[in-house]
């Protein structure tokens, strides 16, 4: 599987756009690019996931290089709420999959 | 829908006594997962169950066994405790679809063993 390598730590003012990198500089062709998060002292929680094209839902937005090498999560208005570790993945979408999970990316989001 | 439902949510053992962390999924997914998660760290593999009666062992199996009842149950146990063993533990199960897979998470069981 693709490794991925996140900043450690952002910070991001309230009412702005969060915007966290991931580099998967490895991936392949049939590997997917997921994103969780986790609040303190909760389960992670799924966000979004995409293969090539750009996608989006009510929490966020993904926005994946041409070259799938490396990809964006976009909170397009951080709130205090969104402070959380955030977690970009790369797998396949089937066969045997283990999820691992990495540090991610701690935001914290400030007033 | 409850989605993953994990109890207890918080427990106090002495060492040496045993327990069993308990984990049901609604929504028909075949895999499950139990994690733990230490301060400041990433989730650690622990054990997974592909299907009704698989498991298999992950990263940090040792002083943990599991059982996978039947499609929603996938139970964690310790048979002796040890404070090493104070954790978080999450219990997951998969949706695997053909636009991916997605992996949903309880709330988490905290264990503190003294």
């Known amino acids: 599987d693709a490794k991925t390598t996140q900043p450690p730590s952002m910070d991001c003012a309230e009412g702005r756009a969060a915007n966290l990198p991931c580099n998967h500089s490895t991936i392949s062709g049939n590997e997917y690019v997921y994103w969780y998060r986790q609040i303190h002292s909760q389960g992670p929680q799924y966000i979004i996931h995409?293969?090539?094209n750009n996608e989006t839902n009510e929490m966020a937005s993904l926005i994946i290089t041409e070259d799938r090498k490396s990809s964006t999560l976009i909170l397009p208005h951080a709130t205090l709420r969104d402070t959380a570790v955030y977690y970009c993945i790369v797998r396949t979408s089937g066969g045997s999959y283990i999820p691992t999970f990495g540090r991610g990316t701690s935001l914290i989001v400030h007033p | 829908n409850a989605g993953v439902t994990q109890t207890p949510k918080f427990q106090v053992l002495k060492t040496g006594q045993s327990m069993t962390l308990q984990c049901a999924q609604d929504m028909n997914h075949n895999s499950m997962y139990w994690y733990r998660q230490d301060p400041g760290m990433g989730l650690r593999l622990i054990y997974y169950s592909a299907s009704e009666g698989t498991t298999d062992k992950g990263e940090v199996p040792n002083g943990y066994n599991v059982s996978r009842l039947n499609k929603r149950e996938f139970s964690l146990r310790l048979e002796s405790a040890a404070p090493s063993q104070t954790s978080v533990y999450f219990c997951a199960s998969r949706a695997q679809t053909s636009s991916g897979n997605t992996i949903y998470f309880g709330e988490g069981s905290w264990l503190t063993v003294v």
């Open positions: 995409g293969l090539k």
